[in-house]
């Protein structure tokens, strides 16, 4: 897919040929998606979270790849019915555990950005990191799952 900045024509296919910066971890989810040869072109993709560091770069990377995009968010109605059509759910919301088994069809990819500290009694620091994403539930019906902590995170390091 293309799209013309000046005379020149982007390739959104190889995000090191675009000419400005792209975010590191949107990039990387773009990266993930890639490397585990996941379809994107004419996929309906769905976005939670509208944030300007990671939600809507994703989304506009997502959308130059010819995916199909919506963005859930706080005010979107029935955000579970919107989720649950997607082929591919990308959760930047930061909201522990808010994507839960009902908001993923069956087989989708998923991938969980969200970074919450959870109170944990039981362990040495008192907490624990989760993402937004129920990953016990999720993992039963989703085809690829990032975990947190451990997923995305390292990743957009490397």
Known sequence: TSTHLGNTKLDWSDLSKVPFPIACTPQGCMELLDRCNVEIKGKRAVVVGRSNLVGMPVALLLMHRDATVTIV??????????CKEADIVIAAVGRAGLVTADYIKEGAVVIDVGINAVDAPDTKRGYKLVGDVDYEEVKEVASLLTPVPGGVGPMTIA
């Open 73 to 82: 968010h706080s005010k979107t109605q029935n955000p579970q019915d919107v």
